[in-house]
């Protein structure tokens, strides 16, 4: 869901873990890109079985909530160990987790919600919305004659758009990690400190320097907060409720919110192991404590139940149940990568899509087998995303599937994510 280390290691080994899913031997022979039509093999689904009842033998995770679905029928749906190790209740589908950067995909679907009512265009500046940001400058690093570094600040060649918010081409980055002045200064701003509404955290954003120039590089960072706040000016409430109204509700996403004010759902948290409990996003991740701030980058909190149902709308195209919830236009945006080497935009080194993804709106797209050989399963068109928690979700267009993890483990979560995606396609008869 979110953020990923508060230091460049571990997104150095973030960035090692996409390269080891794309070249490592977890990549299996012939599951790129299978024939359409595939059925799964269910001798081959009990592998999953033995992998997570080993993983949580070791120790390394407290327990999981995976579930695979085809051609509208679920083919493996399975709980394994606690959701927490303190208490030992089982894992169930009502267990709620934190989303961490898996809250993105849910902003970018309220985004595109708004642009089909008309409420929002992306090409709108975002100074429409939040005045502040046609002061925003782009930090320039530079070196004095004594050779010390210090910020210049450069105008904004052009204003930030909706659009670059949604692709992360804002200049906008993240703070918690990485040693340069912009990325210093960001972080001597204290921007998460206290309890600041989406409006006050949106212009705490707007005076800490941008990165880079709009439109020039996918770099990761605060832009999906900033989107909760321009929902709130477009929607003309706030940010959960519009969520809440036109996505949670229709959609039968009961146990989908910000945070926890009940004791029954603080019950109902899933845990990580303790020695696993730093979720490294460069604040508390604690969705216990009420607050007036709701992080459209990584707050959100959710069940399995609620995020298959979310999952299985993307895989419909935007639609469920007879309900439409983006127009196919808006669905077709969301899902094109926007930056790829026609588009004149560049990639930061910790490109979290991995190799061989392009990213749409809230969303890693599928584009090519990528760099390693053999290539990582999967099928040209596929969308993901996940969080630093380790919930994670994989739509198969092509294989009219999808499937979703649902666990609790910062350290674990690329290596599971990893070998579950392996399983899946190798339980995929040819």
């Given amino acids: 869901m979110m953020l990923r280390h508060a230091v460049r290691t571990l997104l150095a080994g973030a960035l090692v873990a996409f390269a080891v899913q794309a070249s490592g031997p977890a990549a299996a022979e012939g599951t790129f890109d299978p024939p359409p039509g595939a059925q799964f093999s269910q001798p081959k689904l009990e592998r999953i079985d033995a992998f ?71 090409d709108d500046p975002v100074a429409k919305y939040i005045p502040a940001f046609a002061d925003t400058k782009v930090g320039v690093e530079k070196k004095r004659d004594d050779g010390e570094k210090y910020l ?20 906008i980055t993240y703070g918690f990690y990485g ?15 206290g309890d600041p509404s989406n409006a006050e955290f949106a212009e705490r954003i707007a005076k800490v320097p941008l990165q880079e120039q709009p439109g020039t590089l996918w770099d ?38 910000y945070y926890l004010p009940e004791d029954g759902q603080k019950a109902r948290m899933a845990q990580p192991m303790p020695n696993d409990a730093d979720f490294r996003v460069g604040r508390p991740s604690r969705p216990d404590i009420v607050k007036k701030w709701e992080s459209g980058g990584g707050g959100l909190t959710s069940t399995p139940s609620d995020v298959i149902r979310f999952v299985r709308m993307l895989l419909h195209k935007g639609e469920l149940d007879g309900k439409r919830y983006l127009s196919e236009a808006a669905f077709k945006a969301m899902t094109t990568d926007h930056i790829g080497p026609s588009s004149g935009i560049a990639r930061d080194h910790f490109y979290f899509p ?28 596929e969308l993901k995303w996940d969080g630093a928690s380790g919930c994670y979700f994989v739509v198969d267009p092509k294989q009219e599937m999808f499937f979703v993890l649902m666990e609790q483990t910062p350290s674990q979560r690329q290596p599971v994510q990893r070998e579950l995606k392996k399983l899946v396609y190798e339980a995929l008869a040819n």
């Fill in 179 to 193: 040693d340069n002045l912009v990325r210093k200064a960001i972080a001597a701003a204290k921007i998460y400190d």
């Fill in 52 to 122: 997570f009842n080993g993983i949580i033998a070791e120790g390394k995770i407290p327990g999981a909530v995976v579930y695979i679905e085809q051609r509208g029928k679920p083919v493996y749906h399975k709980h394994f160990g606690v959701r927490d190790v303190a208490t030992k209740a089982p894992m169930t589908d009502d267990t709620i987790f934190r989303l961490a950067s898996l809250t993105k995909p849910f902003t970018a679907v309220a985004v595109m919600m708004l642009v089909d009512d008309g409420k929002l265009k992306l």
């Fill in 152 to 171: 210049d600040f450069e105008t904004l060649k052009r204003p930030i758009k909706i659009s670059d918010l949604l692709l992360h081409t804002s200049g």
């Fill in 354 to 381: 991995g190799d061989g993804f392009g990213y749409g709106y809230g969303l890693a797209v599928r584009t090519d087998p990528g760099n390693a050989k053999p290539p990582p399963p999967g099928s040209l068109g």
């Fill in 220 to 257: 990761y960072g605060n832009s999906y907060e900033v989107l909760g706040r321009v929902i709130e000016v477009a929607a003309g409430k706030s940010f959960y409720e519009y969520q809440k109204e036109k996505l949670f509700d229709p959609l039968g996403m009961k146990d989908t919110r």
